[in-house]
T-cell receptor
Framework: EAGVTQSPTHLIKTRGQQATLRCSPISGHTSVYWYQQALGLGLQFLLWYDEGEERNRGNFPPRFSGRQFPNYSSELNVNALELEDSALYLC????????????FGSGTQLSVL | RKEVEQDPGPFNVPEGATVAFNCTYSNSASQSFFWYRQDCRKEPKLLMS???SGNEDGRFTAQLNRASQYISLLIRDSKLSDSATYLC???????????FGQGTELSVKP
């Protein structure tokens, strides 16, 4: 069974551009989470989607947004990129809202130049 | 105060050593607790859940003290392959998010 898949693996952008990151959860998982991990820092919660709706977001500016599609895949969009947005963006999924185990994808390394 | 705080690292230990990691959480309503392992710039992977009665999985033992809001992970007979960053994770069931600690880096030397 395929795990959580993320694309692209690496993304290089310049300041002011927009980035789109994609995530496909494990088959049957309805909840998708996005985390940001800047170099040397811990995972910071960005967004949580469940059953197609945004359920919670972390302390990030509105230029971080996303959505979840009917097939439960998800997209993270970052507008007006800033240098400090450079980080590893991790997507994770779990079976349903109440489930506990979170399964992570291998991440998208975003570099903003 | 951070919601989840861990021992600062890195921990440098010889093979065969016993090492313990500590973690405190600020929200007394937190419901469930986990230890994840993350290898260098790779995705975190669930190591073990932490139960109130304490639990063991081979060389790994996890403990929870709700009164002190404290979680620990003990690794016995350290192996080179245990070298990684260990993340303490708390689910307080507020908005469904898992809150990650900063992580403690472990380096096991021959």
């Amino acid at each position: 069974e395929a795990g959580v898949t993320q694309s692209p693996t690496h993304l290089i952008k310049t300041r002011g551009q927009q980035a789109t990151l994609r995530c496909s959860p494990i088959s049957g998982h309805t909840s998708v989470y996005w985390y940001q991990q800047a170099l040397g820092l811990g995972l910071q919660f960005l967004l949580w989607y469940d059953e197609g709706e945004e359920r919670n977001r972390g302390n990030f500016p509105p230029r971080f947004s996303g959505r979840q599609f009917p097939n439960y895949s998800s997209e993270l969009n970052v507008n007006a990129l800033e240098l400090e947005d450079s980080a590893l963006y991790l997507c994770a999924s779990k079976f349903r809202q109440g489930a506990e185990k979170l399964f992570f994808g291998s991440g998208t390394q975003l570099s903003v130049l | 105060r951070k919601e989840v705080e861990q021992d600062p690292g890195p921990f440098n230990v010889p093979e065969g050593a016993t090492v313990a990691f500590n973690c405190t959480y600020s929200n007394s309503a937190s419901q469930s607790f986990f230890w994840y392992r993350q290898d260098c710039r790779k995705e975190p992977k669930l190591l073990m859940s932490v139960y109130s009665s304490g639990n063991e999985d081979g060389r790994f033992t996890a403990q929870l003290n709700r009164a002190s809001q404290y979680i620990s992970l003990l690794i016995r007979d350290s192996k080179l392959s245990d070298s990684a960053t260990y993340l303490c994770v708390v689910n307080n069931n507020q908005g469904g998010k898992l809150i990650f600690g900063q992580g403690t880096e472990l380096s096991v030397k021959p």
